[in-house]
């Protein structure tokens, strides 16, 4: 096992259950009674129609697509490549660098994003009556969080990237609860399939 695939793993591992932790608690001190486990955090199956429903979400991600696509031409994909750039300088296409960049992508970012953003993170205030609060909360916390990746970028940059993840975290949270029962299935296939894309493209530009 490779030094990089070894830190991947370690760092996947902490992750998932940071957020799984930060889920559990709240769920048995208040929320057990309102919702079962798999519920709170969104891991419960699609309703019909979610072809509909992933067109929607599909299409608020175009703005923070398009904006992805000019980041990657500009930046350096060694800086932002991680451990999946390391591996792949190391070993080129390997089975270390496949599994690192679907850890990655799969696991720790969308995953864990999704149940915590769109699953728990909501269900905080949908317990309460308060779907709408909830929904711009998480729309808001999750472009913040992401807003470091383009620290030194223009301020018109920083505010694109703001507007494009809120539009599609809002977009996401309503069609999420208010089409397809609170599941984040759809959420976390494309979060996941756009994450492994990204990799893929980084290390092809090395």
């Known amino acids: 096992m490779s030094a990089a695939l070894h830190?991947?793993?370690a760092s996947t591992a902490v992750q998932v259950a940071l957020f799984f932790l930060v889920g559990l608690v709240p769920h048995l001190a208040y929320y057990r009674r309102k919702f079962t486990l798999a519920e709170f955090f969104g891991l419960v199956p699609l309703k019909p129609g979610w072809g509909k429903s992933m067109a929607k979400m599909v299409?608020?991600?175009l703005p923070h697509s398009v904006l992805t696509i000019y980041l990657f031409s500009i930046l350096d994909p060694m800086m932002t490549g991680g451990l999946r750039a390391q591996s792949f300088v190391e070993s080129g296409w390997s089975l270390s660098t496949v599994v690192i960049i679907l850890l990655e992508a799969l696991i720790q970012t969308s995953f864990t994003e999704e149940i915590a953003f769109r699953g728990y993170l909501i269900n905080f205030f949908k317990r309460n009556g308060r779907f709408k609060l909830g929904n711009l909360f998480q729309a808001v916390l999750f472009a913040l969080i992401h807003l470091p990746t383009v620290a030194?970028?223009?301020?018109?940059?920083?505010?694109?990237?703001?507007?494009?993840?809120?539009?599609?975290?809002?977009?996401?949270?309503?069609v999420i609860h208010k089409e397809q029962g609170g599941s984040v299935l759809l959420a976390?296939?494309?979060?996941?399939?756009?994450?492994?894309?990204?990799?893929?493209?980084?290390?092809?530009s090395i």
């Open 7 to 9: 830190s991947q793993i």
């Open 59 to 61: 299409l608020a991600t």
């Open 152 to 174: 030194g970028f223009s301020v018109f940059i920083q505010v694109s990237l703001v507007l494009s993840l809120m539009l599609m975290s809002l977009v996401w949270g309503h």
């Open 188 to 204: 976390w296939f494309l979060h996941g399939l756009t994450n492994t894309i990204s990799g893929i493209v980084i290390l092809m």
